[in-house]
């Protein structure tokens, strides 16, 4: 590979944002590296070449540093034909603003999970489902976001689906119960292969631990689930 166009994607291994973009490159079927750094410890060469100090970044040969998960999302559509987003400037506007309606729902999702006070839980759980109602009423009769075929969009809300799954066992409700469509899209989503290969082995280990070490209102609420064997917390997804 030309070094000018070499892919390195430095990462979280939990972070749904690099979740993101890793379900879109191997959607794309994009040769890249990754790295993966450690939040509490991020190591100085990260943080000279990281704008916002964040992940997921990628970077393209030895200069070129792309931070933000949408525009990363966006690039690798773009070298990597057929396209996934759409060519209409009404229809491209209006999906990236479901871009940053995906990063609420993620942003406000992750906090539910990692809440430890149940007043802001129980806050986040209604915010939440209110948010899924509307994008039941989005979906009408439509397998995905924009009609009948993938887009670009659509893999911004795999990272909402993959975590939505692995908490079925523990979660003190269920919060797409009376969203059967949203039910669908998700089924649809989490099925793509991307959606596999696009997460890191370990995920599910890494979030389940993350949940009790935290001493969160999900562990709390289940603690005998959090101290089982850990084979028994192995089943939140096919082969």
């Known amino acids: 590979m030309d070094k000018r166009f070499k892919h390195t994607l430095v990462a979280f291994k939990i972070c749904p944002y690099c979740m993101k973009v890793l379900t879109v490159m191997c959607h794309k079927n994009v040769k890249f590296e990754i790295k993966f750094i450690e939040m509490h410890n991020k190591p100085d060469w990260f943080l000279k070449i990281s704008p916002l100090e964040k992940v997921p970044i990628l970077i393209i040969g030895e200069e070129v540093v792309l931070f933000e998960s949408a525009a990363i999302m966006e690039y690798i559509d773009e070298i990597t034909p ?97 969203n059967k469509k949203l039910q669908n899209y998700g089924e649809s989503l989490t099925s793509l292969p991307c959606a596999k290969t696009g997460r890191v082995p370990d995920y599910e280990f890494l979030m389940i631990d993350g949940i009790k070490n935290q001493n969160t209102v999900l562990f709390r609420s289940n603690p005998c689930y959090f101290n089982g064997p850990k084979s028994s917390r192995c089943c939140f997804f096919g082969k």
């Open 82 to 178: 057929p396209k996934l987003m759409p060519d209409d400037p009404m229809q491209k506007a209006l999906d990236r603003a479901k871009f940053e309606y995906s990063n609420e729902i993620i942003k406000n999702l992750y906090q539910f999970i990692f809440c430890t006070e149940q007043d802001k839980f129980v806050k986040l759980k209604e915010w939440l489902i209110k948010r899924f109602q509307q994008m039941d009423e989005w979906l009408k009769d439509k397998k995905y976001v924009n009609g009948l075929e993938l887009s670009l969009v659509d893999l911004n809300f795999v990272p909402v689906f993959v975590v939505l799954n692995m908490l079925k066992p523990i979660l003190p409700c269920d919060m797409l119960k009376d």
